[in-house]
């Protein structure tokens, strides 16, 4: 089950909201090693959980599986303010681009060793379903250089917003991810799996019952 | 324009390339400024893989000519340091670092001698992970090359474009190659539709009823992933069925 919630849609979800942070805890303070973000109550909570921040959720068998979350490029976001030497030149902006943040998957819902994982492939396909039913057709993402051939392999159109970095042990490159039906289509396709992931929250309250 | 806007320009042309060689000219084109004016990418055949099946798995190649026939001819991939170094461990290596691992292996000293004659002496390579996470090896040669970690990063980058591209466009090939063929009855159906005789008519050419004439055209469709009748006749035309 794929959910897009906003911020305080997940607040009212006491339990879901606490794992989701604990995830992002366990993933970039304990797993990556991002010790800025570390806290003494294992939950990782930035200034970008604000109101008009959307959290992306794939829930299995009443569990967080796997996680992101996307936030407005027409105000403050990781790119403009955090990571600003990722882009050269004028970052885009505008209505019709999210920046995807925080992409986590469960280290159970995890398969081999480089290949993404079913949980992987549904946080994809449904944030591209997520954009294009509401008119947003690219998404900015920070992520290792592998990921840009994994786009291409999904029919994203991919542009480069700056050089390479390392942070950490890690290499980051910014890069802006343009999708359209077709890349829908790509994605369900390697998924095998063609019916829409996006479930609607006041369907659904029922799976978060169950999480609580 | 500065370097970077460079990048963007070349990456550009890369996803616009319609064709394999197409990306492998442009990719060139940004590589050779460093010296290396010779690439190969592709995934790494088992060890024993026929020497028929090895060509299966290049991707892009810009070898000098003759040097891939060589070189599968004489099966060097299971001993090419630059292999060898791969399958050890990810990221990115000089093929100096490979070469020196390489040194107590006659076979493989005999790859690096046989690609200095075609002046293949110096480059670099590292892996990509396809979404199965299965390795793509890149490597980039020349006779001598000199480059910043900086300007490393970058080939790096705008390869995995290529790669990328190459990817889009070999599956698109199989993607056409997996179509089942036309039948005959099929073929001439769609001749006659093409120039725009209704399924009656077509009935009555050929010799059939109106119903199996119909059903013709309906399987050609969809053998062609066509949308409509006008649809299937353009992609008949495109594969070569009928002209």
Redesign the interface.
Known sequence: MFYALTTSQLMSQTRLWRSVHELRHQIFVEEMGWQDLARSDGLEIDEFDHDEAIHHLVVRNGELAGYQRMLPTTRPHLLTHVLTDLY??VSPTGPDIYELTRYAVAPAYRD?????STVGTELIAGFVEWGLAIGVDKVIIEFE??W????????F????L???RTYGRQ?V?ATMLQFNRETLETVRR?RNHFQPVLTHLASEENEFRLAS | M?Q?DE??NY?DRI?KAPTTEQVCLELLSVTEKFGLNALLAGTVPDPNTPLAEQKKHVLLCGWPVGWLDRYVQKNYVDRDPVVVRMKKSPGSFKWGEANELSKSDPVSQEVIGDAGCYDLRDGFAFP??????T??VVSLGGPAFESSE?NL??I??VS??A???G??LS?KCRANDKRKALTERETECLRWAAVGKSEWEISQILGISEHTSEKHLLNAKAKLGAANRVHAVAEAIRLGYIS
């Open positions: 050269e030149g081999g060793r480089r290949g993404v250089p592998m840009v051939l994994r786009a291409l392999q999904l029919h159109l991919a542009t480069p700056g050089y390479q290499q490159v390697r | 500065n970077f990048t963007l990456i996803q990509l992970y396809t979404l199965d996470g390795p793509v900086e990063s970058m790096a980058l995995t474009y790669v990328g591209r990817l889009q599956q």
